[in-house]
C-alpha cells in the first residue's frame, strides 16, 4: 500500500508521517499543499509557508521521506476563497476550513497525484469505522481538539481512502511523541491560521479581500449610536471580542449589510436574542440518512454537544430544535450532526 501524508509543518501532521513511515517503510511520500496566493502574501508583508515548508522538509529529511510541493493555489481561489468572501460580503458566517478538508485536502488533491497511492493521510483528530463496507467518521477521544466537525462533509469515496493516524490519541499524547520521536518541530507551537495557511490570521484574509469601511454600531434596545466598526464582513452573531465598546459586555445580535450596522445588546438583554429552532440546508450525510431523529449537534466547533431533535424536510433540508436556546445561531455556519460519537454530517444555517 501506498501513503501520501499532507504535511504542514506542524506537530500533528508530522507525527502522523512518522509513525506511518514506520509502519509502512518505504511507501509513504509526504505533500505539501502550497495555497497562497503571491500577492495576496505580499500585501500581508509575511511569507508563513516558507516557515512551513522549512519544518515539513527539516522532518522529513530526518524519517528519509520524500517530500513533494504541489502548488493549488488557483483550485483553492476558486473553490474556498470566492466562495468564502461572497459569504462574507452577504453578511453570512462561511467556514472556510470545513470547505478547504472536503474540496481541496481531500478533493483537489486526490487528482494532482496518481492512482498509486491508496490512502492519504492526514493530522486530523479523527477516526474511520468500516461496517460493511460504509465507512463512519467517529470522534477523536480528545474532545477539544477534536476534529469532526471540520471532516463534516466529507463523502464515502473521500473517507474510504483517508487516514487519520493520531486520530485515537489527546493532544498531549500527540506532544509526548513528538518528544520521544525527537521531531524536529517537536517543540512548535500549534498554528492558528486558516486550513494550510500557517500564521495569517482569518481578519488579515478579509481583510485582504474586503477592505476596511467605517460603519456603526448601534445598540438594538435603544438606537443609541455606541461606535464605529471597519465592516460587517468581520463580525457575526454572538461574537463578544473586538468590538471596543465600554462597560459592556457587549455582543453581536443583528447585522445591517445594506447600510454597514452592526446592532449589539448588552449582556443584560442578550439572552432575549436566543432560539432553539433552526433549519439546516444542503445536508451531507457521511453514512447516510440517520434513522433515529434524537441526536446532537454542534453549531460551532468545540467540545460541547447539544441535544437535539430533527425533522427531515424536502431538498436536502433538515429542520433542528435545541434541547436549549443558543444566542450564537449564525447564518451561513454549519450545523453537524452526532449520534453520540460518532458524526452524521451536517448542513449550512439557513
Not at 467517529?138 to 477534536?146: E, Q
Not at 424536510?313 to 430544535?321: G, K, Q, S
Amino acid at each position: 500500500m501506498k501513503i501520501a501524508v499532507l504535511l504542514s509543518g506542524g506537530v500533528d501532521s508530522s507525527v502522523a508521517l512518522s509513525l506511518l513511515s514506520r509502519e509502512f517503510p518505504g511507501r509513504v511520500t509526504a505533500f505539501y499543499l502550497k495555497i497562497w496566493l503571491e500577492d495576496e502574501l505580499a500585501w500581508i508583508g509575511d511569507c508563513p509557508w516558507e516557515d512551513d515548508l522549512k519544518h515539513a522538509r527539516a522532518v522529513c529529511e530526518q524519517l528519509g521521506v520524500p517530500l513533494e510541493i504541489v502548488p493549488l493555489q488557483s483550485e483553492y481561489h476558486a473553490r474556498v476563497v470566492e466562495h468564502t468572501i461572497s459569504e462574507l460580503r452577504a453578511g453570512r458566517t462561511p467556514s472556510p476550513d470545513i470547505l478547504c478538508n472536503q474540496r481541496i485536502k481531500f478533493g483537489e488533491f486526490f487528482s494532482k497525484i496518481d492512482d498509486s497511492f491508496d490512502k492519504v493521510a492526514s493530522g486530523h483528530y479523527a477516526r474511520i469505522l468500516e461496517r460493511e463496507g460504509v465507512f463512519h467518521l467517529l470522534r477523536a477521544p480528545d474532545p477539544v481538539k477534536d476534529q469532526t466537525y471540520f471532516l463534516s462533509h466529507l463523502n464515502q469515496q473521500q473517507l474510504s481512502r483517508a487516514l487519520f493516524p493520531i486520530g485515537h490519541l489527546t493532544k498531549a499524547e500527540v506532544r509526548t511523541l513528538a518528544q520521544e520521536l525527537d521531531l524536529p518541530n517537536k517543540d512548535r507551537k500549534d498554528s492558528q491560521g486558516i486550513c494550510f495557511l500557517g500564521k495569517i490570521r482569518y481578519p488579515e484574509f478579509v481583510r485582504f479581500h474586503l477592505g476596511n469601511r467605517e460603519g456603526e454600531i448601534i445598540e438594538k434596545e435603544t438606537g443609541a449610536v455606541l461606535g464605529t466598526h471597519q465592516g460587517y464582513w468581520y463580525y457575526t452573531i454572538g461574537q463578544r471580542q473586538g468590538l471596543g465598546l465600554g462597560n459592556g459586555p457587549w455582543f453581536v445580535v443583528a447585522k445591517d449589510t445594506e447600510n454597514n450596522v452592526i446592532y449589539v445588546s448588552h449582556r443584560d438583554n442578550y439572552t432575549a436574542n436566543a432560539r432553539n429552532e433552526l433549519t439546516v440546508a444542503a445536508v451531507n450525510w457521511i453514512a447516510g440518512t440517520p434513522e433515529k431523529t434524537s441526536l446532537q449537534c454542534k453549531l460551532r466547533h468545540g467540545p460541547d454537544l447539544v441535544p437535539c431533535e430533527i425533522a427531515i424536510l424536502p431538498d436536502n433540508r433538515v429542520h433542528v430544535r435545541l434541547a436549549q436556546e443558543d444566542t450564537g445561531i449564525a447564518a451561513g455556519q454549519y450545523a453537524i450532526f452526532y449520534d453520540d460519537e460518532e458524526c452524521l454530517g451536517g448542513g449550512v444555517i439557513e
